[in-house]
C-alpha cells in the first residue's frame, strides 16, 4: 500500500541516498539492529532484511545477477550471503508504504519521523 503523494516522497528519498545501490522502501527490521543516518530522509542499515518493496540501481542488480549464479539454493539465501554483505543499503524514513494483511496493516510498519524502529 502507497501512499497517494508516493511519486513525491520517492524523488525526495532517492536524491537524500548517496551512494546506496539498495533501498529499502518498505522496512520492517529488527528492534535493536543498527542503522546510521545518512540523511533526515534515509538510514543506512547493516541488516537488510524484512523488507517489502526495494529499489536496485542497474549496477546493484548486475552484481547480485553475477554474484548469485549458478543458482544452487533459495534466492533469498543467496542475496543474504553473496550479495547484502558487499553492497550499500538504506532504508526510507519514514518508510514509503506498508504491508496489508488480508486483515489490516501490518502494526510493524509504523514508525514515526527520524526513528527507523518502533517497538510495539
Known amino acids: 500500500k502507497i ?7 520517492f ?6 541516498c548517496g551512494d546506496a545501490t539498495v533501498a529499502q ?11 546510521m543516518a545518512v ?12 523488507t517489502a518493496c526495494m529499489w536496485w540501481t542497474r549496477k546493484a542488480a548486475e552484481f547480485a545477477i553475477r554474484a548469485c549464479y549458478p543458482v544452487s539454493f533459495p534466492y533469498d539465501i543467496l542475496l543474504i550471503y553473496r550479495v547484502f554483505p558487499f553492497i550499500k543499503h538504506v532504508a526510507a524514513v519514514p518508510q514509503l508504504g506498508s504491508e496489508k494483511t488480508f486483515a489490516s ?6 514508525q514515526e ?6 517497538a510495539l
Open 105 to 110: 496493516d501490518w502494526p510493524s510498519t509504523i
Open 11 to 16: 524523488e525526495q528519498f532517492r536524491n537524500s
Open 39 to 50: 540523511s533526515n530522509k534515509a538510514q543506512e542499515i547493516f541488516y537488510p532484511f524484512s
Open 113 to 118: 519521523p527520524g526513528i527507523l524502529f518502533k
Open 3 to 9: 501512499p497517494a503523494d508516493f511519486q513525491l516522497r
Open 25 to 35: 522502501l518498505i522496512y520492517l527490521g529488527e528492534k535493536g539492529k543498527p542503522a
